[in-house]
C-alpha cells in the first residue's frame, strides 16, 4: 500500500503525505489493534523522499493458512480475490477458511464411536496387505485393537475420523459425515456436450476408502495405454505413467477435504483423466514441487496408506506424477486450483489417435464405395451397350446386385441424363446419351 501518490487514469502524480511519521505510526498500531482486526498484522513500511514530499510504502506478506480468515471488526468483512477484485467471502468460504486453518487435524480428531462400528472385512483385508507387504513387521502379532491403535485409527478405544473414513460401514460413513461420497466417472467424449452419453460407467462410492481405493483403481488401467514391456524376464505391468496415476487417486483421498460440500471426483474423457480434490493444497503448487514438500490434510488416512506403500513416505508424490506421466505421453499434467480446491489434468494423446483412425476409417469407406459405385456403374453401361434390348434380371446377374439394386441405379442413371427408355417397359430399349 502507497501513501502519498495519486493515480488519475494510467498517470501517477506523487502528492506526498504531511505529517508522514503520526499517519506511519497510527496506519501500523490500527494493524495491530486486537479491537479491529482478529489477528495482528505484521507490516514492513519504508518512507521515500522526493524532493519535498514524502511518500509511505507498507509491504503486507501474504499470511499463512493457519491465520485466515482475516477481517475488519466482523467475520462478515471477511474479502476474497477474485480476478483483478475483492469480493466478500460467502459463510461456506469462511468455514473453508477455518478448516484450512486447522490443516492436518480433521482426521485426528476422535469420535464417540468404538472398534465395533468399524467394518470388520475391511479392516481384515488391509491386514491381509498389510502382512503382504511387511511379512516381518511387528505389527503383525497385533491383536485388531492394538494394531488400529497403532495406525492412530483408535485413540484410548476411540475411533477416530480418518479411522471412520477408511474402515467405516456406510452406515456409519452416513452418521458421521453426512455428504460423503467419492464419484467415477468415464465419459465417451471431450465434454458433456461433445459424448453421446453423460457417461458410459460410473461409480458413485459412499463405502469406505480402502474399499474405494480399490474400486476405483481396477478402472484405471483400463483407460489408458499399456505398451507391452519385459522387465527381469517378466511383462512390466507397473509403467510409471501407471503409477502416476495411481499415486494422483491416492493423493486425492490423502488431500480431501471430506467436510467440504463438494466431493472428490475423478473423470476420465478421452482426451485426458481429471482429479478434483476438494481442499486447497498447504502451499503453492511450485513451492511443493521445489521442496518436495509434503503436509497431508488428513495425517491419519496418509499414515494408512503409506503403512502398505500405496503412498509416497518421502515427499509430495507430485514428481512421481510428472515424472512419470511425461515418461509416456511426453505431456505434463496440469495443477491448477484456489483456495478450496486444487484439480489434477492428465493429458493423453486418446482423443487425437480416435480422430486419426475415424477420418483413414471414413476415406477407406469413402474410396472402397465409390470404386465399387463406378464398377458398377460401367458394368450396366457396357452391358447396355452390348444390348439396347437387356432386361432387369439380366443386369441383375451381370452386376450381382439385387432387383432393387438394379432399379435403383438405373433411376439414378436416367436422373443424371446418362441415359433414357425408348419405348414401352416391354419391348422398349435403353439409349446411351
Do not use: C
Not at 488519475?8 to 489493534?33: C, H, M, W
Not at 453401361?381 to 439380366?394: G, W, Y
Amino acid at each position: 500500500m502507497v501513501f502519498g501518490v495519486n493515480k488519475t487514469g494510467k498517470s501517477y502524480k506523487i502528492t506526498g503525505v504531511s505529517n508522514p511519521e503520526k499517519i506511519e505510526q497510527d496506519f501500523t498500531t490500527a494493524l495491530r489493534n486486537d479491537t479491529k482486526f482478529n489477528k495482528k498484522i505484521i507490516v514492513k513500511s519504508k518512507k521515500y523522499n522526493f524532493n519535498d514530499k514524502k511518500v509511505l510504502a507498507f509491504y503486507i506478506s501474504p499470511q499463512s493458512s493457519k491465520d485466515k480468515p482475516i477481517y475488519f471488526n466482523s467475520l462478515k468483512n471477511t474479502f476474497i480475490r477474485t480476478a483483478s477484485g475483492d469480493q466478500r467471502a460467502t459463510q461456506e468460504e469462511i468455514d473453508s477458511f477455518y478448516r484450512n486453518s486447522s490443516y492436518g487435524e480433521k482426521d485426528k480428531e476422535v469420535s464417540k464411536y468404538n472398534l465395533e462400528d468399524l467394518d470388520n472385512i475391511s479392516i481384515e483385508k488391509y491386514r491381509n496387505y498389510f502382512l503382504g507387504v511387511n511379512p516381518g513387521h511387528r505389527y503383525n502379532e497385533l491383536t485388531n485393537s492394538e494394531f488400529l491403535h497403532k495406525l492412530g485409527v483408535l485413540v484410548n478405544n476411540k475411533v477416530t475420523f480418518g479411522g471412520i473414513l477408511v474402515f467405516g460401514t456406510e452406515d456409519l460413513l452416513m452418521e458421521a459425515i453426512t455428504n460423503y461420497r467419492i464419484e467415477y466417472l468415464e465419459i465417451p467424449g471431450i465434454s458433456y456436450n461433445d459424448a453421446p452419453t453423460r457417461y458410459s460407467f460410473r461409480i458413485s462410492s459412499e463405502q469406505n476408502l480402502w474399499t474405494t481405493f480399490f474400486d476405483i483403481y481396477e478402472r484405471i488401467p483400463r483407460k489408458i495405454e499399456i505398451p507391452f514391456k519385459m522387465v527381469s524376464g517378466f511383462r512390466d505391468d507397473n509403467p510409471e505413467h501407471l503409477q502416476a496415476l495411481r499415486e494422483a487417486l491416492v493423493n486425492l483421498i490423502i488431500h480431501t477435504d471430506y467436510f467440504s460440500r463438494a466431493n472428490p471426483r475423478i473423470r476420465v474423457f478421452t482426451n485426458r483423466i481429471e482429479f478434483f480434490n476438494p481442499g486447497s493444497l498447504p502451499k503453492k503448487i511450485e513451492n511443493i514441487i521445489e521442496e518436495d514438500f509434503s503436509l497431508p490434510r488428513n495425517p491419519i488416512i496418509a499414515k494408512i496408506f503409506r503403512f502398505v506403500r500405496l503412498a509416497e513416505n518421502i515427499g509430495s508424490g507430485f514428481h512421481k506424477m510428472i515424472y512419470g506421466w511425461k515418461q509416456h505421453y511426453k505431456m505434463e499434467p496440469e495443477i491448477n486450483g484456489d483456495f478450496d480446491y486444487y484439480k489434477i489434468t492428465f493429458p493423453t494423446t486418446q482423443k487425437t489417435v480416435e480422430k486419426t483412425v475415424e477420418k483413414t476409417v471414413e476415406k477407406t469407406v469413402e474410396k472402397t464405395v465409390e470404386k465399387t459405385v463406378e464398377k458398377t456403374v460401367e458394368k450396366i453401361l457396357v452391358a447396355i451397350k452390348s444390348n439396347p434390348k437387356i432386361t432387369q434380371n439380366e443386369l441383375k446377374e451381370i452386376t450381382g446386385l439385387t432387383r432393387r439394386g438394379v432399379e435403383w441405379n438405373l433411376k439414378k442413371l436416367k436422373e443424371s441424363g446418362v441415359i433414357e427408355r425408348i419405348g414401352p417397359a416391354k419391348g422398349g430399349y435403353w439409349k446411351i446419351k
